[in-house]
């Protein structure tokens, strides 16, 4: 005779068994995260945090004013080299150079030729122009100009390299202090689930990742902005012997080329 379900005895039944804390486990790795993780910093916890906002705010304002100051120089480069040589007038020359931005390299490096070159004219005669002939006079001048805004240029690419270098092992030693306060906490609790251990060790991480966030950005932008300073100091050397040339001889030499006459 077969019995009714509903008369089967309850030792056959499937037990279920409940899970001790999983109501309580599942609201607790519902609040783990990133405000859980700042709602809990100590004092080590908050210098690190501050410092990597601090240079991930330095590396993203250098990177934006870099990008900027590079672009303007590429943009007039060509045009500053090009309109001072074919002007046939020196004074024209020199007035459009004083016309440039206070950022533009070339005119400024152009300007301390020229002034070295009348300073020296004019002084003939006296001990200057006895101890230094025109050419090293002028040479002296555009090393000068050229070692000044090459330095300009590196304006931010300390506090990029710092900050590539650095971010991850500040990431770091808030995961290390945080993992280890976590693990304070589970002992005192006595609880040492992979639920009660995954979520403060997971919350400690996040600084790891917030430096490699804040590192990345400054190396890629360190690397491109090397690169490209590279490029415009390879310029300065070259426009700044053409100019030497130009006021030391009277007139600019090329390489297989002539001399140009002098400008009147």
């Known amino acids: 005779m077969q019995q009714d379900a509903s008369q089967t005895p309850a030792a056959a039944q499937p037990a279920v068994v409940p899970v001790p804390g ?6 607790a790795m519902s609040q783990m995260g990133f405000h859980d993780l700042i709602y809990n910093f100590d004092a080590l916890g908050w210098i ?12 993203i304002y250098f990177i934006v004013a870099n990008f900027l100051r590079n672009a303007m120089i590429r943009a007039r480069m060509e045009k500053v ?24 390299p070339f005119s400024k490096i152009a300007l301390d030729a020229a002034q070295a070159a ?27 100009a050229v070692a000044r805004e090459s330095l300009r240029l590196e304006g931010g690419m300390t506090v990029l390299a710092t900050v ?11 995961t290390v202090w945080g ?17 009660a251990v995954a979520g403060p060790v997971g919350e400690a991480l996040i600084m790891t990742a917030f430096g490699l966030f804040v590192a990345i950005p400054a190396v890629l932008a360190y690397n491109f902005y090397v690169r ?6 390879a310029r ?18 090329e390489a297989g080329v002539a001399p140009v006459a002098a400008r009147k």
């Open 81 to 104: 080299i090009g309109t001072f040589w074919d002007t046939p007038s020196a004074q024209d020359a020199v007035r459009f150079l004083e016309d440039q931005p206070k950022g533009e």
């Open 228 to 233: 490209n300073n590279r490029v415009i100091y």
């Open 118 to 144: 009348a300073h020296h004219q004019r002084n003939e005669g006296s001990r200057l122009v006895e101890a230094l002939n025109r050419s090293e006079f002028i040479d002296r001048a555009l090393r000068q």
């Open 48 to 59: 690190v945090f501050v410092t990597l906002c601090v240079m991930s705010l330095a590396s």
């Open 164 to 174: 590539g270098s650095s971010a991850p092992f500040v990431g770091l030693l808030g």
């Open 179 to 195: 993992i280890y306060h976590a693990l304070i906490k589970i002992a005192a609790s006595g609880n040492a689930s992979m639920e």
């Open 236 to 253: 300065f050397d070259e426009f700044a012997h053409d100019l030497h040339d130009f006021f030391a001889t009277g007139s600019r030499v």
């Open 22 to 27: 999983g109501g309580n486990n599942a609201a």
